[in-house]
Structures are given as C-alpha cells and as structure tokens.
C-alpha cells in the first residue's frame, strides 16, 4: 500500500476531495496538505488535511507570496507526515512545493505534476509568460510523471510548446461511481410537457461571461421556449455582477452550489441540454479542456452543446454524439437545437447507447492509478541504477 503526500491549491476544492477518494478507493494511503479559498472540510478521505495558509481566487501575487512563506515553513508543517511514496503537486505552485518537499525524506519520493488547467499566464507572449513556462520546465525536470485530464493539454501545451517528454497519465473528469451502481438514464425522451419551456443546463465552473451573454439572448430569443438553469459556483470576479444580471434575466435561474456525485441525478434530471461550451480562454485552454460537465451529463442522458473546434466537440464527434456547432450565436443554436419530441429523442438516445465507461470512473480505474503511482519508485530507482552503470 503506498502512501501519498497530496499538496493541493485549495483544500475547499470538492474535485480534490474526489481524487483523495479515488486514491483511498485505489489502496493508498493519503496525507493532504495544502492552501484554502474557503471553509475547509474537517476531514478529506480519511484523514485531517494539513493547513499551509489562505490564498486568493485570481489574485496570483497574493498566491505567490503565500506559496513562499509556506515554502519557508514547509519542513515544520509537515513534521509529523511520515516518509511518502509519492508526492503529488495539484497545479504549478504546488509543484514548487512539491520539489522542495522531496528533499525532507531519504529516500527522495517520487514526484507527480497534476495539471489540470493550463493558466493564462502561461500562455502568453511577454516576458512574464515566457519566465513563468521557463519556471515549469525547471520544477517538472525532476517528476517522474504528468497527469492530466484531457489529450489537447499534452498536445497543444507540453509537447508543443514546452517540449516536455514527460511520462503521462490521462485521468478524465470522469463522474466517480464506486458502487458500480449503473445510474438509469431511461430508454423514454423527457420532452417537456406541453407549453412548457426545454430546458438547457450550465452546471460547474461558471466563469464565462460570454456564455451568460449567449445564452441569454438565445433565452430572449426563444420568448419562453427555452430557459436556463445555472448551478455550481460562480467566479464572482469574472462577472460585473452576476447574480444581478441572472436576477433581471426573465428565462435564467441560479439555484446554487450542488454536491458532486450526491446531487447529479436530480440536477440532469431536471434539464434537456448541456451547456458544455466555454469562452473564458478561448483558444486556448477552453478549447484543450474536458470539463465535468461533459462526462456528468453524458451519463444521466443529457445531451451536450459544444463548439465542434474543441477538444469537447472532437470527443463528441468521435462518439456520434452530441450538439456541435461552429459558432455559439442565439441563431445557430435555435437552427441546431433539436426542440420537438422526434428531433430530442433521437439525440437522446445516442447519448444513452454509449458506454457506461465513457463517462465513470470506478474500482477499477482507481486500483490501476494507484498501481501506477506504486511504481514509480521502484522505476527511478532502476533508471538511478542505468544511469550510473553508463557512467561508470
């Protein structure tokens, strides 16, 4: 059984409280430390995770200064966590965490770079771009493996332009299912009942405010034809003032946060469509991403809207499945929306014939990200071996 040390950006994070879920379920034992941007729960897995400090959504030189305080005080926060296996790094600030960490322990453990997102900063042209992926390249060189959540990430950004020939893992944003419980997704349409609206949902992250512009003219568009329902939570600073704007929308509802797998049922339950299309970095790590949105709705027999040039609209292309569009004006969507009994039934029920291991993550899956991370050791080791043999 391996044992885990987990630096994450914001304990808060429900996705990080997943993949400690997914490494427990997998056999290992794990240690979570990490930043926090809100309350943080008393337990993630099974054990109490370790504070490093509060850290600010979207105010970088806030994080930085924090990432270096903690960097002095790294070794005396993590005085009672016992030798890891493996140390993961959620994000590029963790990873500099991570490194540092690595030379507490002999001997040294090995070291994993999650990458989830790639950020704006590092993906410009300036100089701060430029220094910051020059960062990243120093503090990888010592991982023995990336992990990601989508291909466009490895192609269009490691490989392409960072030229890293690091070791990958590929974990999508799968829904984690460790019942093995098939959730129905029904074999009959759900089309609404007469006079009443379809019904498009925007479930996660919601930061992109090109989308709210979109779909609220597409809304006003529709005269009640079509509303939309927003859960998740918000990026407030994205957004001039958001729950202003969806107040004074006549078709636009938000109902709030949801738990991630307890609520899925009942939220997609409730909708016709999936807004997977996102603008916040289009271009660029919007159209590289696999959002959970994708893989939540898929399951629970929602068909979703992308944009065909993105990573998204290609997976859905592959599969046959799916409301690709070139463009997300108000009038493609109404031309591309299938908004009678018929049209939807058949879109649905390309949904429902996929495979259930499209989109859920179970045991299995677990036990083999574990096993992989079990075996990183014992590989540096070798490669340690190799390396001075050719030297010698």
């Known amino acids: 059984m391996p044992t885990i040390l987990y630096l994450v950006h914001d304990l808060s994070d429900p996705a990080v409280a997943r993949r400690v879920t997914m490494l427990e379920a997998g056999g290992a034992r794990v240690q979570t430390a990490g930043f926090c941007r809100a309350e943080v729960p008393e337990r993630i897995g099974a054990g109490r995770p370790i504070m490093l400090g509060a850290t600010a959504d979207g105010d970088f030189r806030q994080r930085l200064a924090m990432v270096a305080t903690a ?19 959620r994000t590029l600030e963790m990873l500099a965490l991570a490194r540092r960490a690595t030379g507490f322990y002999r001997p040294r453990p090995a070291l994993v770079y999650e990458s989830l997102d ?25 991982a023995a493996l990336l992990m990601t959540s989508s291909p466009a990430f490895v192609r269009e950004y490691f490989e392409l332009r960072q030229g890293m020939t690091l070791p990958t893992l590929l974990l999508e944003n799968k829904v984690l299912d460790l019942g093995g419980d098939e959730v129905p997704a029904g074999t009959e349409p759900r089309c609404p009942p007469s006079g009443q609206p379809w019904t498009i949902g925007w479930f996660g992250a919601l930061r992109c405010r090109n989308s709210l512009d979109i779909l609220s003219r597409l809304t006003r568009m529709a005269e009640g034809r079509i509303e939309v329902v927003l859960r998740g939570r918000p990026a407030l600073r994205e957004f001039d003032d958001f729950h202003g704007r969806v107040a004074k929308e006549p078709f636009i509802r938000f109902e709030g946060p949801y738990r991630n797998p307890d609520d899925l049922s009942a939220i997609y339950g409730e909708v016709h469509f999936a807004w997977a299309i996102d603008y916040f970095e289009a271009g660029l790590n919007s159209d590289w991403l696999l959002p959970n949105r994708l893989y939540e709705s898929c399951l629970h027999g929602v068909v979703p809207i992308a944009l065909s040039a993105t990573e998204t609209g290609r997976t859905l292309a592959r599969r046959d499945i799916g409301i690709r569009i070139d463009a997300a004006t108000p009038e493609a969507l109404l ?11 058949a879109e649905r029920a390309r949904v429902t014939a996929s495979p259930r291991s499209f989109w859920v993550c179970g045991p299995r899956e677990c036990t083999a990200l574990v096993a992989r991370l079990a075996a990183l050791p014992g590989e540096a080791r070798r490669k340690g071996r190799a390396m001075m043999e050719a030297a010698g």
């Open 118 to 142: 790639i950020h704006r900063l590092l993906l410009g042209d300036g100089l701060k771009s430029r220094a910051m992926r020059a960062v990243e390249r120093a503090l990888v060189s010592d």
């Open 335 to 345: 031309a591309a929306l299938p908004l009678n009994e018929e049209g939807y039934a």
């Open 71 to 89: 960097a002095l005080g790294l070794r005396r926060m993590l005085g009672d966590v016992s030798r890891p296996d493996v140390i993961v790094a």
